[in-house]
């Protein structure tokens, strides 16, 4: 597979050669079949013999703490044999392999005393003689996974259940750093995070440590694409279920999802290049939506940008009754202030091309190519803008924004306001009055009879910029 060819940090980018990605694609399928009949086999029997298969999912996890936690090591001088054979960079004798295979320091070989003990035969001094390998944390965490999938209810007890006494020794510990950032072990632990969530829910202490699995290098900070995506839509499942535990870490959290926001907000993806991230649960999504775990994904061509499930979560969170108001006023208007000023520094670009391809407009061939690519770019950040405040909306119930607290209202109403003078800028932009109309809808749900007053402008607007809306007479 080609993840094997790439950096071990995170597993590396795709082939840039279509040959080689299609390749590398054709080959990372067969293997994800394999792997989908070899977790069905294991779930089946885990229905059978449950405890055996729970035993089996220690060992391993087992196995990879301890290796975890051995000593740093010199050197593997008791273990070697006279006979060694140099294996990128470190020695290998009697079987025992010293396996830091990219280790950054270079061998120094010593003199040999003249017993035959080989007290020179040294791998580099970084070398750790157990430290575990991507292959043997990715299986067992995916194991993990596969097991708790129809667990019976005792073995979920974070108090003497065996399968939970596993899953929160996984999230406080996490992965080995050495291998935690790779694209498939680092899916693979936040899938874990978001099944065991009702197990986090009873250990309020893991919940920090599971919190920052998704929103580090790990998550969404991740340079790898699919992983970064999938993570944002897990914290939103993530955050559906754990929304109250949450609470008292919220500051830190906004503070953590400030970049990410940011960067979601104005990079959105083009037409063809939307995530799959929400189509599947568990594993580790490799390439074209194959998920690690046996499951698949949406498809990669999918239009819905996943990345933006992370401004559903945050509207979970703002959302809350039990927010002080003033704080929940501050935190929602900090959030709706950058996009209601991406969506307003993006309505020159669209006035323009819609004056440059008017008909008389006498502009050049070559500046309305130039006007149309920059009302291109300039509608994506409107769409981007108004799907991540539709998806902060919906956390917040229509009678605290209008009864209990008519402040928050009064952001809402603003953010219509705006996004009002966005089809009038681009009146022959079919996507973007699309995403005006179900922006509109949203408000509706949000705002419920309070947006009667401003509706009418909104109305206009829809029926001014789309020369085929016919207007029929209502049937009594």
């Not at 775990?293 to 498809?299: F, H, L, R």
């Not at 009038?424 to 947006?451: D, Q, T, W, Y």
Request: hydrophobic share 45%.
């Amino acid at each position: 597979m080609y993840a094997r060819a790439c950096s071990v940090s995170y597993g590396g980018a795709p082939p840039a050669q279509p040959s080689d990605l299609a390749a590398a694609q054709e080959e990372q399928a067969a293997v994800e079949e394999k792997r989908k009949e070899l977790f069905t086999l294991f779930k089946n029997l885990a229905k059978i013999v449950f405890a055996e298969a729970l035993a089996f999912v220690g060992s391993a996890l087992g196995t990879v703490f301890a290796r975890q936690d051995a000593p740093w090591q010199v050197g593997c001088v008791a273990q070697l044999v006279v006979r060694r054979v140099r294996v990128s960079g470190c020695w290998r004798g009697g079987g025992t392999l010293c396996c830091c295979s990219e280790c950054p320091l270079p061998y120094t070989e010593l003199q040999h005393a003249a017993s035959r003990e080989p007290k020179a035969a040294r791998p580099c001094v970084t070398c750790h003689v157990s430290q575990p390998c991507t292959q043997e944390v990715e299986v067992a965490v995916s194991l993990l996974y596969e097991l708790g999938e129809g667990a019976p209810d005792d073995a979920l007890k974070a108090e003497g259940g065996g399968l939970a006494s596993l899953a929160l020794a996984l999230v406080q510990r996490g992965p080995p750093p050495a291998v935690a950032r790779h694209r498939l072990v680092a899916l693979a632990h936040l899938e874990c995070c978001v099944r065991y969530a009702r197990v986090l829910q009873q250990q309020q202490a893991a919940i920090p440590p599971a919190l920052a699995a998704f929103l580090d290098a790990r998550g969404m900070g991740h340079p790898a694409d699919d992983v970064s995506t999938r993570a944002c839509y897990l914290f939103s499942r993530l955050v559906k279920i754990l929304r109250q535990n949450v609470r008292p870490y919220l500051p830190d959290v906004l503070a953590s999802l400030e970049p990410h926001l940011q960067r979601i907000a104005t990079t959105p993806l083009a037409a063809a290049a939307g995530g799959g991230a929400a189509g599947g649960g568990g594993g580790a999504a490799a390439m074209d939506g194959v998920q690690g775990s046996g499951k698949a994904s949406a498809p990669v061509n999918a239009c819905v940008d996943d990345r933006l499930y992370v401004f559903d979560a945050v509207g979970l969170l703002l959302g809350q009754d039990d927010l002080a108001p003033e704080q929940q006023l501050q935190l929602l208007g900090s959030l709706l202030q950058p996009l209601l000023r991406q969506v307003e520094g993006s309505l020159p670009a669209l006035r323009a091309a819609s004056a440059a391809s008017a008909p008389g407009s006498g502009a050049s061939v070559a500046s309305a190519a130039a006007a149309a690519q920059a009302s291109a770019s300039a509608a994506g950040l409107v769409l981007q803008s108004l799907e991540a405040i539709n998806r902060l909306s919906k956390g917040f119930r229509t009678d605290v924004v209008t009864r209990q607290r008519p402040q928050l209202a009064g952001l809402f109403v603003r953010a219509l306001e705006v996004a009002v003078a966005a089809p009038a800028a681009a009146p022959a932009n079919k996507p973007l009055r699309a995403r005006f109309i179900s922006f509109v809808h949203r408000m509706v749900e949000c705002l419920g009879p309070a947006l009667l007053p401003y509706l009418p402008p909104a109305l206009e607007v829809l029926l001014s910029t789309q020369a085929d809306v016919q207007v029929r007479p209502r049937q009594v």
